[in-house]
């Protein structure tokens, strides 16, 4: 038995093989591919590779270019999700490329390769539209710090980055600030300076060259007094007439010892430059934060604010602390006194009561945010009407209960209810946070609003953003 299987004969193999091909070569000289002949298949290795990837995994291209530009839309913006994305397979990584370098966030050494790839690869920086950086300087890390590649490249202006629009500067990156004629941002539209210090004669000198800046926003920034000022940008600027900012962040850095080395100094004279640069006229969302003795004090925001036209939609006003407030404005009511000549023919002098700060003016205001309703600035701005408000906003912490009692709110109360002065006001949004109670909180700032919460336009959010 196993002498006869051994002893059988083989399939002729030569014989199979010059078969199929001469199959296969008929079917060519015909137009038909070898799958389509009868009896056995037989693939190359990339034939094989294809019908694996088709067969067990999918193709980006074959799908609808609309589910394409869903799936894109919803990836946008997050990082960690576009990195693993494009691991899926080349025609996928190739779709999301513009997507994984529209946003360079430099934060830590993580963050390194992506400055290097902007860097090395010309075709991936006009994808580049936001730029974010941060200084982190340690003498245990190795590798070549932020400063370095900022300042080696003189040639990043809008020819190998024409798309970057946005710009966002954190924690001490005041080099980025002294090298504003290097980097040429002219067509930034967005500028972000969050935690830095620079002088401020410097700062408007480099704003006074980005002519299509729309949103300025400058958040816990210090400026300070060096020795090393240039002796050019010692006066102002002359006024950018072409600038059209419409959204202006103004937080400055409490005024504490600096540790800069450098001294910091409280007065400012970046809202009188815009005055002259004709800003105001062209504002839409502002955002200013006062603190004694810090500029801009409440005077010169009142004067500011009655140089804005009715183009503002939006303001956000912080205020120093109550006893502050009030003593500030004791004392600055002597300064819109008027001298009169008294019948007996003496001189003598009459002193007006004028509140610093004053918006019946802004004709187009929708949104206002006021901070503590507690606080005595709120009384003083809400006295004048406001006929185009539509949104009043608060925030408050409550520690006890005390601080909710319905004598403490109930003038405010009254006052948002007249609809006389207001009478577009739609919704009345108090934000509060605290170790009180959701629902204790809930309760007695209904109570306290009492006649705002009859009328259906009080709104209570916990808090839920930080406030910084």
């Not at 005024?255 to 005055?275: E, I, N």
Request: charged share 25%.
């Amino acid at each position: 038995m196993i002498v006869s299987l051994l002893s059988a004969p083989r399939p002729n193999a030569a014989c199979h093989l010059t078969t199929t091909s001469s199959s296969a070569l008929a079917n060519r000289e015909e137009g038909r591919m070898p799958s389509q002949t009868s009896g056995r298949v037989y693939l190359t290795r990339r034939r094989l590779r294809d019908r694996e990837e088709t067969t067990n995994g999918f193709t980006p291209i074959q799908l609808p270019s609309e589910l394409i530009a869903i799936i894109l839309d919803n990836l946008r913006g997050k990082a960690d999700a576009l990195r693993a994305s494009r691991l899926t397979c080349k025609a996928w990584a190739n779709h999301l490329r513009p997507y994984i370098y529209e946003t360079i966030t430099l934060w830590n050494q993580q963050d390194h390769a992506d400055l290097r790839a902007l860097m090395e690869d010309k075709h991936l920086r006009p994808f580049l539209r936001e730029l974010r950086v941060e200084e982190r300087i340690s003498s245990n890390e190795p590798w070549v710090t932020f400063p370095t590649y900022m300042t080696t490249l003189p040639e990043s202006s809008t020819l190998l980055y024409p798309n970057l629009n946005t710009v966002e500067l954190r924690q001490d990156a005041h080099w980025v600030i002294q090298y504003w004629q290097i980097w040429n941002w002219e067509f930034i539209s967005t500028l972000v300076l969050r935690s830095c210090y620079s002088q401020e004669r410097k700062l408007i000198w480099g704003l006074k060259g980005m002519r299509h800046l729309k949103s300025l926003q400058l958040i816990d920034v210090e400026f300070v007094v060096s020795d090393d000022l240039d002796s050019e940008v010692m006066n102002l600027p002359p006024p950018n007439e072409i600038m059209a900012l419409e959204t202006l962040v103004f937080a400055l850095r409490p005024l504490t010892s600096s540790h800069t080395g450098h001294a910091p100094y409280a007065v400012t004279d970046l809202l009188p430059w815009f005055k002259t640069c004709r800003v105001v006229d062209t504002l839409r969302s502002v955002t200013l934060y006062m603190e004694e003795p810090r500029s801009p004090n409440p005077l010169e925001v009142g004067d500011f604010l009655r140089a804005i036209g009715g183009t503002l939609e939006e303001l956000v006003l912080d205020f120093t602390r109550p006893a502050r407030w009030n003593a500030f404005c004791k004392i600055h009511q002597r300064k819109y006194s008027q001298l009169y000549v008294t019948p007996n023919g003496l001189l003598s002098r009459a002193f007006t009561a004028i509140d610093p700060i004053t918006l019946s003016h802004l004709t187009g205001l929708r949104r206002l945010s006021l901070g503590r309703p507690t606080h005595p600035a709120v009384m003083d701005i809400l006295s004048s009407p406001m006929h185009s408000l539509q949104q009043l906003e608060f925030y408050t912490e409550f520690d006890t209960t005390r601080e909710v009692s319905r004598p403490l709110f109930a003038p405010l109360d009254a006052r948002i209810c007249d609809d006389t002065d207001f009478p577009s006001l739609m919704k009345v949004r108090v934000e509060y946070g605290g170790p009180l109670e959701e629902a204790v909180v809930s309760q007695k700032v209904r109570r306290a609003f009492e006649t705002t919460a009859a009328k259906g336009i009080l709104s209570l959010i916990l808090e839920a953003v930080d406030h910084e």
